[in-house]
């Protein structure tokens, strides 16, 4: 399984724009690249996916970076409900089961 | 908006007894799976199971672990002679189909299992 690395921790303001990291230098082609988190004591949440372009949803974006050896979770405005645990995922095109092998993910602090 | 969901909520058992977690995946969903998390770990795959069948396993879904689909609605998890060791969050999930490009996996709010 294609591995990730993200940053332990990060902090940011209230209402400010966040950028959430995350390395994946041995990528294939057919990986896709998907978003969850992990609210206190909720279950894992869908947040985005995508493949090479650039993705935007309600809750936030996904920059792919040309090469696809990195991406970014935009969040435009945080709020403090979006403190959580956000896990970076590499997911085959063919992964029938939905195996998602979740990392140490990075733990995002919101202050107010 | 669909949801898992998952009972009970929390459950203290006698190391050695049988657990059986219970689920209600979402109603259109094929695949479904059990996930857990030991307070301060990483989420765990455990099983994926689709068709009435496990679609995959890990390796810590060992013969104490088995999974059904009773009926056309519930979906569950039982730990036959439950150890300290199996303290942890389950989460039960669903998706509409492969995890591909279109699809995402839903999870439940989870059940907390404590083993005294």
């Known amino acids: 399984d294609a591995k990730t690395t993200q940053p332990n921790s990060m902090e940011s303001n209230e209402e400010e724009p966040v950028h959430l990291p995350c390395n994946h230098s041995t990528i294939s082609g057919t990986d896709y690249i998907h978003w969850y988190r992990q609210l206190p004591s909720q279950g894992p949440e869908y947040v985005i996916h995508?493949?090479?372009s650039n993705v935007n949803n309600r809750m936030a974006s996904l920059a792919i970076a040309e090469d696809r050896k990195s991406s970014t979770l935009i969040l435009h405005r945080a709020t403090l409900r979006d403190a959580a645990v956000y896990y970076c995922i590499l997911l085959p095109i063919y992964n029938q089961g939905g195996k998602l092998i979740f990392g140490q993910g990075t733990e995002l602090s919101v202050k107010p | 908006e669909p949801e898992v969901t998952q009972t009970p909520s929390h459950q203290v058992t006698q190391m050695g007894q049988e657990v059986i977690l219970r689920c209600v995946p979402i109603s259109n969903h094929l695949y479904f799976y059990w996930y857990r998390q030991i307070l301060g770990q990483k989420v765990e795959f455990l099983v994926s199971?689709?068709?009435?069948?496990?679609?995959?396993k890990s390796e810590i879904f060992d013969d104490q672990f088995s999974v059904e689909r009773p009926d056309g609605s519930n979906f569950t998890l039982k730990i036959r002679s439950t150890k300290l060791e199996d303290s942890a969050m389950y989460f039960c999930a669903s998706s509409e189909m492969y995890t591909t490009s279109g699809n995402t996996i839903y999870f439940g709010e989870g059940s907390w299992l404590t083993v005294v």
């Open positions: 199971f689709y068709n009435n069948e496990i679609s995959e």
């Open positions: 995508g493949l090479t």
